[in-house]
């Protein structure tokens, strides 16, 4: 049996030779690429004669999520998707709701590897990669289903994105075309842990995403007992990468860090990360504090809202540019990771009943 063409995954030359190939006329690649790329079911293809529709249904494989819930926040108006897949995985995607736009938070895996201490999404591992039309997807339902545009993308959802590096890529291709939501790459940011092969290969790639890496501490021996990646590569070599990025792509790169009470929260930590991006990047670059959201399970916990600003104003007087991060969606727990994993768990208590 051969295995049907993911179409949502194609650029529109590769649509339009399939299209081709299956005795149709060209022209209509671009309306089911339109189609899809504004998250449509096939039966509302409304210019596709019923024909063709019925072909597309039977013929190839159009991965387009499903909104499986929905939870919109009453403070500021931010989304919360998780989204179902083809084979019952589910996925999160948070719309976020600023000034200049919209931005939507998207998921590159179904769970995660990389075992992060602090981290709900990777708590019970990674069951597989996205495909790009299921990352797409992710952003085609959420501008369908609120009726505005999505201006810029954050990958900072479920998953590890340079761990899905061609599957990544073909979706920033993808998300960026004029023909489809044609969101620029300036528009977006990806988030890694840390992947230094990943961070270089994306540095020659020609896509000029804003790059942001979780850092989370400033010296090897404590990132490595809450990042296991740290074990892999040593700080200095991943702010080699990050100069390297930035060297190629001209992008001031973010770095992420999350603070964790007790753990890496204290006015030496701060001295430590200032003194190490000076010495390690030695050019601008922007550090977001990001107040830890609870996940049970760790026993972790966060700091308070005035110790995060006291961090964030001893990196500024030590010259290192740092805000915290606006908390969107308090009350509906917009935290990633943690909608998947309470359903997942209640998908086995069912089957255990
Ligand atoms: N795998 C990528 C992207 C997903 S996580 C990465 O590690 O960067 C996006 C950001 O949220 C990362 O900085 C991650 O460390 C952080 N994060 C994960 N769980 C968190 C939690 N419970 N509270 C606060 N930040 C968290």
Same mark, same amino acid.
């Given at each position: 049996m051969t295995t049907k063409p &993911?179409?949502?995954?194609?650029t529109l030359p590769e649509l339009t030779e399939l299209i081709k190939d299956m005795?149709?006329?060209?022209?209509r690649a671009k309306q089911i690429f339109k189609w899809m790329h504004s998250g449509t079911p096939i039966e509302e293809m409304?210019?596709?004669p019923k024909s063709l529709r019925s072909r597309l249904a039977e013929?190839? &494989?159009?991965r387009l999520p499903q909104i499986e819930e929905k939870f919109v926040s009453k403070i500021d108006g931010t989304v919360k998707y998780l989204f179902s897949l083809k084979d019952g995985e589910c996925v999160e995607s948070v719309l976020m709701r600023y000034e200049h736009g919209n931005t939507l938070c998207v998921s590159?895996?179904? @769970? *995660?590897?990389?075992? *992060?201490?602090? *981290?709900?999404?990777?708590l019970s591992g990674k069951v597989r990669d996205l495909t790009p039309s299921e990352i797409l997807g992710q952003v085609a339902l959420a501008a369908r289903d609120s009726g505005?545009?999505?201006g810029g993308i954050v990958m900072? @959802?479920? @998953?590890?994105?340079l761990d899905n590096y061609d599957n990544v890529i073909r979706f920033l291709r993808l998300v960026g075309d004029a023909d489809g939501l044609?969101?620029?790459?300036?528009h977006i940011s990806l988030s890694t842990c840390g992947v230094v092969p990943g961070i270089k290969r994306l540095a020659d790639e020609g896509i000029p995403v804003t790059l942001s890496v979780?850092?989370?501490?400033?010296d090897d021996e404590k990132r490595r007992e809450i990042m296991p990646i740290a074990k892999k590569y040593p700080i200095a070599e991943l702010l080699s990468a990050c100069r390297y990025y930035f060297d190629k792509t001209g992008r001031r790169v973010s770095f992420e860090y999350t603070l964790i009470s007790g753990k890496n929260d204290t006015m030496e930590d701060a001295a430590g990360l200032a003194k190490l991006l000076k010495r390690g990047m030695g050019v601008p670059c922007h550090v977001n504090l990001i107040m830890l959201n609870e996940v &049970?399970?760790?026993g972790l916990r966060t700091v308070d809202r005035k110790s995060a600003a006291r961090f964030a104003d001893e990196l500024n007087n030590l010259g290192q540019n740092a805000t915290v991060r606006r908390r969107l969606g308090s009350d509906i727990d917009a935290s990633c990771g943690q909608l998947r994993l309470r359903r997942n768990r209640a998908v086995e208590e069912n089957s255990h009943r």
């Open positions: &993911d179409i949502m995954s194609m005795g149709e006329s060209a022209f409304s210019n596709l013929e190839t &494989d159009y590159s895996q179904a @769970g *995660c590897r990389m075992g *992060c201490k602090f *981290c709900a999404s990777t505005e545009r999505i900072m @959802g479920i @998953g590890e994105p044609g969101i620029g790459m300036r979780s850092l989370h501490a400033y &049970d399970e760790t």
